[in-house]
């Protein structure tokens, strides 16, 4: 899918209250300081000859072959074979916003929850936020080119006191950060394919509490299978 910016990132997933975009994954550009280098202003000493002219100098390349010279394949040409593309499952777009919202029957999301959640879509991606009467809520998020392993890493940087675990969750590897305290939340690294360290995560956000973690988790053995690869 296309790289959405990282909003499940911490901050990001944490401020949309739903998956709504972080940074990314998102995905900027390198430039130079300074402007460009400019030949000096004598290129010719003085003392040249009067018989030698640069005129006299033969081109690399005759102009009329120049078009015989086959071009280097442009970068856009080159198929990206990392990612997978136009990723549908049964009638459902992968690549469309809000498109975890409809992974999951209304009678699954029923017995899962034991009440019907409501559910919002991301419009800026295919994330989406399940929330409760009691004001609970679950995000779920899909991200084709983070690593799981390196983007749990990374996180744990940011959370003292968090505990890492590692599980299978839909026939994929996942890894899952738990924050201590009544206050704090729980994060979910599943891989779309059979290794942490390979591109394709599912991701999501909650609270530490047990009884949401296993929400989470029966949600996800029904989301990680359409995202497999």
Wanted: with cysteine; proline share 7%; aromatic share 6%.
């Amino acid at each position: 899918m296309y790289d959405k910016p990282r909003y499940f990132v911490l901050a990001g997933l944490a401020s949309c209250a739903l998956l709504a975009g972080c940074a990314s994954t998102t995905e900027g550009n390198a430039s130079f300081a300074g402007g460009p280098l400019k030949a000096p202003s004598s290129s010719l000493p003085s003392d040249k000859p009067s018989g030698s002219s640069s005129s006299a100098l033969p081109s690399s390349t005759p102009s009329n072959e120049q078009s015989d010279i086959p071009s280097a394949t442009a970068s856009s040409d080159v198929p990206d074979e990392s990612v997978p593309t136009d990723r549908k499952s049964g009638d459902v777009d992968l690549e469309e916003d809000g498109a975890i919202c409809e992974l999951i029957s209304e009678a699954d999301l029923q017995k899962i929850w034991g009440q019907k959640p409501r559910l919002f879509p991301d419009s800026g991606g295919d994330g989406c936020t399940y929330k409760n009467a009691d004001g609970d809520q679950i995000i779920i998020d899909e991200y084709s080119t983070l690593v799981p392993s390196k983007q749990a890493a990374e996180d744990m940087q940011y959370h003292d006191g968090a505990k890492e675990s590692k599980t299978t969750v839909g026939g994929r590897p996942a890894i899952v950060l738990l924050q201590p305290g009544d206050f704090g939340d729980g994060y979910w690294y599943v891989s779309e394919t059979k290794s942490l360290d390979s591109e394709g995560e599912v991701a999501a956000l909650l609270n530490n509490d047990p009884k949401l973690q296993a929400i989470a988790k029966a949600m996800l053995e029904k989301i990680v299978p359409k995202y497999a690869r």
